[in-house]
């Protein structure tokens, strides 16, 4: 069997009311895996923002040049999200993240050790932030599939809620934990930044690749509505029989709904990103703040 696949029990027979009693538990473990594993993918995204002036200050790259690196993984991040989205799609998606999470963590500590060793090798930092972007890119969407495998649509939108601030919490200790581990542990040199927290990540990776079930029936039990007795949504139904791709194009690509979002977003993003993305270095070269200060931006804009 696939290591990444979906394993499904034949059903068990399990009285639903049983069922029900032991889901909680079983679900916790499946949530608190993509909590934690999109929690620490922040970890080794943000600390770049945080390390942005030190990095001008040891290693002397440019801001355009650490704007070209930036670039990279919004680019990969994007097409990842969408082309690896699409083949990850209806597989073990908590599995998938977890293995992900691991990837980044790697790409991130040989960033490190470049960065000790060789300094500023341009076209190697934006390769190796750029596949950081792309192992990254499905956090959000995979995080997405697991939980809904697992809570009917009356608990969902609580459980998807309590999940969506992984992020925020990752995001907002991403610069702090950076720089206390450079401090600790490197001399308050720059490396650290990118060291510490990928070691973090990576230990959070491999314990999480084999906690949990990404669905009720790799336990034998029904699935998430027959367990909850709710009616399965018509276009599931609708969606039987139907290609991966042929659903993409019927409820994805033909849905004027979406393409308004996506547009939407695009200019959301282009303030959120501006803003989050700069904020450490602007207030230390302009405003002088001093490293702790300008790290904290970062926790700021993530709290609110």
């Known amino acids: 069997m696939n290591f990444f696949d979906i394993h499904k029990m034949p059903n068990k027979g399990i009285p639903l009311a049983v069922q029900r009693k032991l889901w909680l538990r079983n679900f916790m473990q499946a949530f608190f895996v993509v909590f934690f594993v999109y929690m620490a993918m922040y970890l080794i995204r943000n600390n770049f923002k945080a390390a942005q002036p030190l990095l001008k200050e040891e290693i002397g790259l440019t801001t355009l040049e650490l704007g070209y690196i930036g670039l990279a993984f919004s680019i990969t991040y994007g ?6 989205g699409y083949f990850v799609d209806g597989r073990n998606t908590k599995r998938i993240i977890s293995f992900l999470l691991i990837l980044s963590a790697i790409t991130v500590l040989i960033m490190g050790f470049v960065l000790s060793y060789f300094c500023s090798v341009m076209g190697l930092l934006i390769v190796l932030w750029g596949l950081n972007g792309i192992f ?21 939108g609580r459980y998807l809620g309590f999940w969506n601030t992984s992020h925020n919490i990752g995001g907002a200790i991403a610069g702090g934990v950076a720089l206390w581990g450079a401090n600790t542990f490197f001399h308050g040199n720059v490396v650290g930044m990118f060291i510490f927290p990928s070691v973090i990540a990576l230990i959070i990776g491999i314990v999480t690749l084999f906690i949990g079930k990404d669905d009720p029936e790799e336990l034998g039990w ?11 949504d018509q276009e599931n139904i609708d969606s039987q029989g139907m ?16 393409w308004i979002l996506c547009i939407s977003n695009v200019f959301v993003y282009i303030v959120r990103i501006g803003i989050d993305n ?9 405003l002088h703040f001093n490293k702790g200060d300008a790290v904290n931006t970062i926790f700021y804009f993530e709290i609110g």
Request: aromatic letters at 12%; zero cysteines.
């Open 136 to 156: 990254q890119s499905v956090g959000g969407p995979a995080s997405y599939s697991t939980i809904s495998r697992w809570a009917p649509r009356t608990k969902r």
């Open 79 to 84: 097409l990842g999200k969408t082309i690896l």
């Open 222 to 232: 029904n699935r998430a509505e027959e367990i909850w007795e709710e009616p399965i």
């Open 278 to 286: 700069w904020a450490p270095l602007y207030v230390s070269e302009h």
């Open 243 to 258: 290609t991966k791709w042929d659903i993409f194009k019927k409820y994805i690509l033909g849905n004027p709904v979406i």
